[in-house]
């Protein structure tokens, strides 16, 4: 609806990415990660997969919107939910490190 697939490629001289492109891949990873949930639970390798890969996301879409806003010199769509996206994201990450914390080394 903001016009965000039309919009990022014409920022980047590029053709705008189709709708249909744009909604199954954001619904394919929303239910990957729906998915994963309960499995993080159990310290699933691959449900830890795709919670580091929601982070790095969500931290990657705070600096990127901003930044596509300062390009177009005006409002970029998913500017306005960016910062709340980085704040969880960064908050999953800070989460996702201390889970997946290796443990100590004995034999140092």
């Known amino acids: 609806m903001t ?3 039309e919009r990022l490629g014409a920022l980047l001289g590029l ?7 744009f909604l199954i ?10 998915v994963s949930v309960p499995a993080l639970r159990a310290a699933s390798r691959s449900a830890f997969f795709a919670a580091w890969f ?3 996301a ?11 806003a300062v390009a177009a010199e005006g409002y970029f769509p998913g500017l306005v939910s ?5 704040a969880a994201a960064a908050w999953l990450w800070l989460r ?13």
Do not use: C, Y
């Open 3 to 5: 016009g965000f697939p």
């Open 54 to 56: 929601l982070a790095i």
């Open 82 to 86: 960016s910062p709340f996206i980085g």
């Open 15 to 21: 053709p705008a990415m189709p709708m249909s492109f």
């Open 25 to 34: 891949f954001n619904l394919t990873w929303l239910a990957i990660w729906i």
């Open 96 to 108: 996702l490190r201390e889970a997946t914390k290796l443990p100590p080394d004995p034999a140092h």
């Open 58 to 68: 969500g931290i990657i879409n705070a600096i990127a919107h901003p930044l596509l």
